[in-house]
């Protein structure tokens, strides 16, 4: 930033403080009077004794003396792989009987399957198919959704049973 447009915010900044010194003190003296040249002459003596206030004070130039400071070297220790074992793992989290940790590597899918494969690129729809699909989707009437809970427990079962 410029010196001189710092220069002329801080001096803009200081003139709006004081304004608003000399307004506050114009409306203290008009709850006491109804006379607007004791008002009027109350805020130009406060404006006139702000700025001047505020010119008297000066900034100081300030030093910091900062500590000399030698940086040490940083010795690098060379490591081809870190490998979590067994030990690094949270072993009674691993405990539970009925859990399904969908980390696992599965073995084959059946034909059947209703697992999803995420961002499989052979799975993934065409633009084209999309559309299509929304445009299905907007045009089918509110019907309720069939509970598929069951179905989803089988899944689910079947899954386990594949990873034992």
């Known amino acids: 930033m410029d010196a001189r447009f710092a220069q002329r915010i801080e001096g803009a900044v200081s003139l709006v403080a004081a304004v608003i010194l000399a307004a506050a003190v114009a409306f203290a003296v008009g709850r006491f009077t109804d006379s607007l040249v004791t008002i009027g002459g109350a805020a130009a003596a406060s404006l006139s ?3 001047l206030a505020q ?3 000066t900034a100081e130039e300030r030093e ?3 500590a000399p400071f ?3 070297e940083i010795e690098f220790e060379e490591v081809e792989e870190l490998i979590l074992t067994d030990a690094d793992q949270l072993i009674e989290e691993r405990k ?3 859990e399904l940790v969908l980390d696992d590597v599965l073995g084959k899918l059946g034909e059947d399957s209703r697992v999803v ?3 499989d690129p052979a799975a993934m729809p065409t633009p084209g198919q999309l559309k299509a699909r929304i445009d299905r989707h907007l045009g089918q009437t509110q019907a309720a ?3 598929a809970s069951a ?3 089988d899944a689910l079962a079947e899954l386990r049973l594949s990873l034992k």
């Open 151 to 153: 179905a989803l427990h």
């Open 117 to 119: 494969r995420l961002f």
């Open 70 to 72: 030698a940086a040490g």
């Open 49 to 51: 004794i702000a700025l």
């Open 55 to 57: 010119r008297s004070i």
């Open 145 to 147: 959704a069939p509970d």
């Open 64 to 66: 910091l003396s900062l």
């Open 96 to 98: 539970a009987a009925d």
